[in-house]
């Protein structure tokens, strides 16, 4: 599928030009029109705010291991509240998107994004036929779900360093 190639180059910032030329009779056509494209720099642009932000609590995490200083113990606790805290709210976002997914994919977008380009017609518009919504769901389940499990790891990664560091002030 080299659309679905294209796509995810594009997106991991491996490919400057989101669109896909295909022949036909010997005729060049483009897949994807001008609001396509502009909603998808759109889109590689919040790909990429993501993972700066993604890079944060490694960072944090990484920051505190090395770390040797006397209050490493609360420094791991207010980690740990952190992580229970988004892992809270994110719980909320996993409930909201099981009573209505639509609703909050529409919010979704406009808080994402400033302008209206992720209005797709699909009579129009091939990206949003290669993308139903049924398309989001799953991704935003697989996606979630790796993330989710990144955070419990960090959660437990964070309580096993409190309690071995509470074990080691008793001796």
């Known amino acids: 599928a080299p659309v679905v190639d294209m796509i995810t180059d594009y997106l991991s910032g491996g490919e400057d030009s989101f669109q896909h030329i295909f022949t036909v009779d010997g005729t060049e056509y483009a897949a994807f029109n001008q609001k396509e494209q502009q909603h998808m720099a759109d889109v ?10 993604t890079s ?10 090395l770390l040797q200083k006397a209050n490493l113990t609360l ?7 952190t992580l229970i805290a988004i892992l809270a709210a994110v719980t909320l976002i996993i409930i909201a998107a099981c009573i209505d997914f639509d609703s909050l994919f529409v919010l979704f977008h406009k808080v994402a994004f400033t302008n209206d380009l992720w209005l797709l017609d699909p009579r129009t518009d091939l990206l949003i036929r290669l993308m139903p ?3 989001f769901i799953s991704y935003a389940a697989i996606i979630g ?3 989710l499990l ?5 959660l437990g990664f964070a309580t096993y360093r409190i309690k ?6 008793g001796e």
């Open 56 to 65: 944060i609590p490694l960072t944090l995490c990484a920051s505190l291991i």
């Open 44 to 53: 590689q642009e919040l790909f990429a705010l993501c993972q700066a932000l």
């Open 133 to 135: 919504i049924e398309f």
């Open 75 to 81: 420094l791991f606790k207010w980690f740990r509240r």
């Open 164 to 169: 071995k560091m509470q074990a080691n002030e």
């Open 145 to 147: 779900g790796l993330w």
């Open 150 to 154: 990144g955070m419990v790891g960090l």
